[in-house]
């Protein structure tokens, strides 16, 4: 490869992680900076943008430093559906930012219950408050008309460069973006009440969008995309068959289409996943709310003393001692779209222990997955040969183990859990060097360990079972409710 270093920055839910990649020596800085949101009550999550954007200077200027050399680029990735409303003219928040979690737009999307259709042909996304529009929606009903509403990486760049502008990708997960054209929709913004609001301009992945001196000296910011197409980047370059699933604050498992737009059948969402040069990929995602947010639910329970105690505590059992846990503690998401679902744990006994909680959340984590896999399959019309993973809950052995199993394929651990930081990291050198090739610029991909499945299929299948049962159990308990606004997916994909 050529070129100098760039610094790629990952801007999390639960923290920001900048690198310092380098063509030849890999990563030779980093640094990490904590981001707090705060867990309200009725299912409201919020963060101070104020945080995020102080995260994103703290751990690139801890990255630099530790690197010690100067880099070319600056790449950035995002959360993709967190929003806030802000002042183009001073660059002030007008709101705090609602985060991807956030469901208090779900009244917003029952009453967009007979344009769901509609709205998921026009944008591939199901109406959900996990989206972007719906909260966008809820802001200017409910928190202020002024400044601009937009996802939290159009003020992020604003900050740091004054452009005003979102990637392609990102600006697929608003609900708001055209699938065939990849142009904003004005049917799906007045649909949503948003006719007439100033947008961000649609640039792609690659774009330089102007200089940034937040990190010391200027550096060109050349690289911009949403945080799950940004590891899809980084572990299916060489493969575009492959699929992946970051197990991080939520599960996201996602896989390419190709470059037509693809709607999918299954309850996945279809998306844009990257525009690089002007050329469009696109890709089926699925996601699980709650993984890393369980284990911490988990531990703030005092079951165990953090993610590093998973293994330790879950391995001191042979399983599950008859315990099913469906941790839907932020609801359903794809392929159900239950977001008005809440969680369960049932086979309680007077026998059972921490370690019967631990390897049940490890199981329903993992069943989640396979449904997504299963999804995926459906809808590309061929199944899986193995499954990708990275995210900082792969250093989980009990848990990976898990969905070897309940998948009944292969899992392939790759070697960097930040492959969110190494994807955009490529893009922001695809953006600073014009003649340098995708597969130039995406580092080998190689896994630091493979779980093979321990267990037959049929007893694989029998514990599935037992998971979609209590799944169907919930889900009857909780009735038809708002959440199931535009879902097509409701039952499950297997």
């Known amino acids: 490869m050529t ?4 610094l790629a920055v990952d801007q999390g839910t639960s923290g920001t992680k900048a690198l310092v990649l380098c063509p030849e020596r890999g990563v030779i800085g980093s640094g990490t900076a904590p981001v707090r949101p705060r867990y309200l009550p009725g299912g409201l999550v919020e963060v101070d943008p104020r945080e995020l954007y102080d995260s994103v200077v703290t751990a690139g200027r801890a990255a630099l430093a530790e690197a010690g050399t100067p880099v070319v680029a600056v790449g950035l990735a995002n959360q993709g559906e967190t929003v806030l ?11 705090d930012a609602l985060v991807w979690q956030d469901r ?41 008309g002024s400044g601009v509403v937009t996802t939290s990486d ?8 004054g452009a005003f502008v979102t990637d392609a990708a990102t600006a697929g997960r608003t609900g708001l973006l055209d699938l065939d054209t990849v142009a904003w929709s004005g049917t799906a913004l007045d649909l949503y009440g948003l006719g007439g609001e100033r947008l961000p301009q649609v640039v792609d992945c690659d774009t330089p969008v102007g200089t940034t001196h937040a990190f010391g000296p200027p550096l060109p910011l050349t690289g911009l995309l949403v945080d799950q197409q940004a590891a899809l980047l980084a572990q299916s370059a060489d493969d575009p068959a492959a ?52 284990v911490r639910w988990l531990t703030d329970l005092g079951v165990i003393s953090g993610a590093e105690d998973i293994d330790a505590v879950g391995g001191g059992v042979p399983d599950t001692g008859g315990v099913t846990f469906v ?35 490890c199981e329903g984590i ?16 061929a199944p899986l040969t193995s499954l990708r ?47 340098l090739t995708l597969r130039e610029a995406v580092p080998v991909w190689k896994p630091s360990a493979v779980y093979e499945p321990r267990i037959s299929a049929d007893e694989a299948e029998a514990r599935l079972a037992r998971f979609r049962a209590e799944v169907s159990a919930v889900v009857d308990r909780t009735g038809a409710g708002a959440g199931a606004a535009g879902g097509s997916g409701s039952g499950g994909a297997g």
Request: hydrophobic content about 45%; charged content about 15%; glycine content about 12%.
């Open 389 to 435: 993973a990275d995210g900082g809950l792969t250093r989980s052995a009990l848990l990976m183990q898990a969905q070897a199993d309940l998948l009944q394929l292969p899992v392939e651990v790759s070697s960097s859990p930040d492959a969110t930081a190494l994807g955009v990291g490529a893009v922001a050198r695809l953006g600073h060097e014009p003649g």
């Open 104 to 144: 208090r737009a779900a009244p917003i999307c029952a009453e967009l219950d007979g344009h769901a259709e509609q709205l998921r042909h026009i944008t591939g996304l199901p109406v959900d408050p996990y989206f972007a529009a719906p909260k966008m929606a809820w802001i200017r009903r409910h928190a202020t």
């Open 366 to 381: 993992a069943a989640q997955v396979v449904d997504l896999a299963a999804a995926v399959a459906a809808d590309r019309g």
């Open 243 to 294: 699929a992946k699933c970051t197990y991080g604050t939520g599960a996201f498992l996602l896989a390419q289409t190709g470059p037509e737009p693809h709607r999918a059948t299954s309850g996945l969402v279809g998306c844009v996943a990257w525009r690089l040069r002007g050329r469009v990929a696109h890709c089926l995602d699925g996601q699980v709310y709650t993984v890393a947010s369980a």
């Open 327 to 361: 941790p839907a503690l932020a609801g359903l998401a794809a392929p159900w779209w239950r977001g008005d679902v809440r969680g369960s744990i049932g086979g309680l006994g007077l026998d059972t222990t921490r370690g019967h909680l631990v390897r049940a959340l």
């Open 85 to 95: 409303a802000w002042d183009p003219a001073t660059g002030e928040p007008l709101t």
């Open 154 to 161: 159009a003020w992020l760049v604003h900050r740091l460069t």
């Open 3 to 6: 070129g100098g270093p760039v």
